[in-house]
């Protein structure tokens, strides 16, 4: 059982910065692929960013990348997200997960644990 904690959500004003922290607990963190996901009001959870397993590979929507940056500290069970130059339509809960396989997917179905999430509101 992995067990994900997210914090450092808040609200913020369009151009501001923002950085989510998700603590995993288990020994196997570092096996594992860590995406970060978000669901707006009314809308359905998309894909965010995503790291894997050492090797670091990272991957971003099309709609942050270049303004989000994911990391992980390995010795400290946390996965990261940097959200700079945040808009409004940046608003949602902020979910992180877990994928076993440590590939690091974009696809909801291919992780296995989820966190609570963490509300972020920018505003305008």
């Known amino acids: 059982q992995v067990q994900l904690v997210e914090s450092g959500g808040g609200l913020v004003q369009a151009g501001g910065s923002l950085r989510l922290s998700c603590a995993a607990s288990?020994?196997?963190?570092?096996?594992?692929?860590m995406g970060w996901f978000r669901q707006a009001p009314g809308k359905e959870r998309e894909f965010v960013a995503t790291?894997?397993?050492?090797?670091?590979?990272?991957y971003y929507a099309p709609s942050v990348k270049g303004r989000f940056t994911i990391s992980r500290d390995n010795t400290k069970n946390t996965v990261y997200l940097q959200m700079n130059s945040l808009k409004p339509e940046d608003t949602g809960v902020y979910y992180c997960?877990?994928?076993?396989?440590?590939?690091?997917?974009?696809?909801?179905?291919?992780?296995?644990?989820w966190g609570q999430g963490t509300q972020v509101t920018v505003s305008s």
């Open positions: 997960a877990a994928d076993l396989d440590g590939l690091g997917y974009q696809e909801l179905n291919d992780y296995e644990y």
């Open positions: 790291i894997s397993r050492p090797g670091g590979t990272t």
């Open positions: 288990g020994r196997a963190f570092s096996s594992y692929g």
